[in-house]
T-cell receptor, first 114, second 115 residues
Framework: AQSVTQPDIHITVSEGASLELRCNYSYGATPYLFWYVQSPGQGLQLLLKYFSGDTLVQGIKGFEAEFKRSQSSFNLRKPSVHWSDAAEYFCAVAAGAAGNKLTFGGGTRVLVKP | DGGITQSPKYLFRKEGQNVTLSCEQNLNHDAMYWYRQDPGQGLRLIYYSQIVNDFQKGDIAEGYSVSREKKESFPLTVTSAQKNPTAFYLC??????????????FGDGTRLSIL
């Protein structure tokens, strides 16, 4: 069965600084990978997805993620963080044989200092 | 605008009571999902349905039940058998049937608490 690990529970970053959120997955075949963002008390919004092809994918709100098969990683990055980026971020993997079932990581909460 | 509507936003349950959470989508999506979210545990799949009149258990189905009588509706009932129902519940949907990799669209959630 697939699994997703987000090693950092909390990250604090200064506004304007760069941000990197780590995601490691375990899955036997080529994964379908996603990053979602959740503001407090709300649902999840898709930031970006990776299916195949170029390993560097661009998403909304200035985020990008890089797929590294050799490291089983799909880390999310943003060059310059804005206060509005304070939220919880979830990495997820879809199992091909089971359709669109997603397995989520535990999430990383990002705090932005002024 | 198309989207997923969950209601109510807040719900309180008394001991021994069943409660039903509503999820409606107007995206014409085939597949729908229910997740439970607890602090620090991410989202865990309760039930999912890939087509009308069909649904499957997810990872934590015990104490929950669902129905899928209409394409746009996928209500979740939290039964009295669920001993720890306090959580944030999220409904999602995707297009594309069983094709893997379609991104899920989420509602804004229902927060269920025990009185």
């Amino acid at each position: 069965a697939q699994s997703v690990t987000q090693p950092d529970i909390h990250i604090t970053v200064s506004e304007g600084a760069s941000l990197e959120l780590r995601c490691n997955y375990s899955y036997g075949a080529t994964p379908y990978l996603f990053w979602y963002v959740q503001s407090p008390g709300q649902g999840l919004q898709l930031l970006l997805k990776y299916f195949s092809g170029d390993t560097l994918v661009q998403g909304i709100k200035g985020f990008e993620a890089e797929f590294k098969r050799s490291q089983s990683s799909f880390n999310l990055r943003k060059p310059s963080v804005h206060w509005s980026d304070a939220a919880e971020y979830f990495c997820a993997v879809a199992a091909g044989a089971a359709g669109n079932k997603l397995t989520f990581g535990g999430g990383t909460r990002v705090l932005v200092k002024p | 605008d198309g989207g997923i509507t969950q209601s109510p936003k807040y719900l309180f349950r008394k001991e021994g009571q069943n409660v039903t959470l509503s999820c409606e989508q107007n995206l014409n999506h085939d597949a729908m999902y229910w997740y439970r979210q607890d602090p620090g545990q991410g989202l865990r799949l309760i039930y999912y349905s890939q087509i009308v009149n069909d649904f499957q258990k997810g990872d934590i189905a015990e104490g929950y039940s669902v129905s899928r009588e209409k394409k746009e509706s996928f209500p979740l009932t939290v039964t009295s058998a669920q001993k720890n129902p306090t959580a944030f519940y999220l409904c999602a949907s995707t297009s594309g049937g069983t094709a893997a990799g379609q991104p899920q669209h989420f509602g804004d959630g229902t927060r269920l608490s025990i009185l």
